[in-house]
């Protein structure tokens, strides 16, 4: 069963159709790459899910049961944890700080600045992230740590379903290796991730199966190990592909 469904979503903005009735499955434990043009849908999409905007119609299921999200922490209570492109750091704190930002524990009224440090780490090592003190000011830190501490923070939140915008547009290669490597251990771990990405190598690398957007709509959906980078592409573009990748005249209707 589908740990999670989109069914029949629109949003209107004003006068722009953003999603015009979407259809996505997401499986236990998969990665799958969400791709397509500016304009297509995605971030509409992916703030629906976390529960930051409400679907003008349509329904989300977890395990097969509808679910209505009224704002993001609802999302988080059911286990849909979301990290924009933004990460959403705040980069004067420390990286323990971070993971915990919004749910920082108490005892005896104060933060529990202990208890935050060794339960950053715990995250931090299970994640294999190499980050030397959990009492690094995140302002200091690689673009690659900064978008870890981001996830880490979101399996901490208790994520089953991690949404990620883009999480290697803003990363060197190596960084960029590194945070694949790291959503490939999310699945090992059980997590379903959904990766907002234009980039059709880092989707082949790391994901399971690919959902193309386009127009408002989930043009197609395919599973990585029977598609090609130039299947992907076409879908991505539509019929714009066609006129481009060929020269031969389309037949009159
Ligand atoms: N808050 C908003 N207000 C008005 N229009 C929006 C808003 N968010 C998105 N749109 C429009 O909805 C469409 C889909 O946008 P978006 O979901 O951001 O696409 P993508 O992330 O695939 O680039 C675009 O035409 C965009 O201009
Ligand atoms: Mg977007």
Do not use: W
């Not at 030397?132 to 302002?139: H, N």
């Not at 999310?186 to 690919?210: E, I, P, Y």
């Not at 386009?214 to 990585?224: L, M, P, Q, S």
């Amino acid at each position: 069963m589908a740990l999670f469904e989109a069914i029949g979503l629109r949003k209107r903005f004003g006068g722009v159709e953003a999603l015009r009735g979407v259809d996505l499955a997401v499986r236990p434990a998969e990665v799958l790459g969400l791709m397509g043009d500016n304009g297509a849908g995605k971030s509409t999409l992916i703030k629906i899910i976390c529960g930051a905007y409400r679907p003008d119609a349509g329904e989300l299921r977890m395990d097969g049961e509808p679910v209505s999200f009224r704002n993001p922490r609802d999302a988080v209570d059911r286990g849909v944890s979301v990290v924009f492109q933004d990460l959403g750091l705040v980069d004067t704190r420390d990286v323990a700080t971070n993971v915990f930002l919004g749910r920082e524990p108490h005892r005896r009224g104060l933060v529990d600045a202990r208890r935050m440090r060794r339960e950053a780490r715990e995250v931090l090592d299970t994640l294999r992230i190499h980050i030397s003190s959990v009492r690094l000011p995140v302002g200091g830190l690689s673009g690659g740590q900064r978008q870890s501490i981001a996830i880490a923070r979101a399996v901490h939140e208790g994520g089953r379903l991690v949404l990620l915008d883009e999480p290697t547009a803003a990363l060197g290669p190596e960084q960029q290796r590194n945070v694949l490597d790291l959503i490939g251990d999310l699945r090992s771990q059980g997590k379903s991730v959904v990766m907002v990405s234009h980039n059709v190598d880092h989707v082949l690398a790391v994901a399971d199966r690919v959902a193309v957007m386009r127009g408002g709509v989930v043009a197609g959906v395919r599973e990585i190990s029977e598609t090609t980078a130039a299947e992907i592409v076409g879908l991505i573009l539509g019929d714009t592909a066609s006129s481009l990748l060929t020269d031969v005249p389309t037949r009159p209707e």
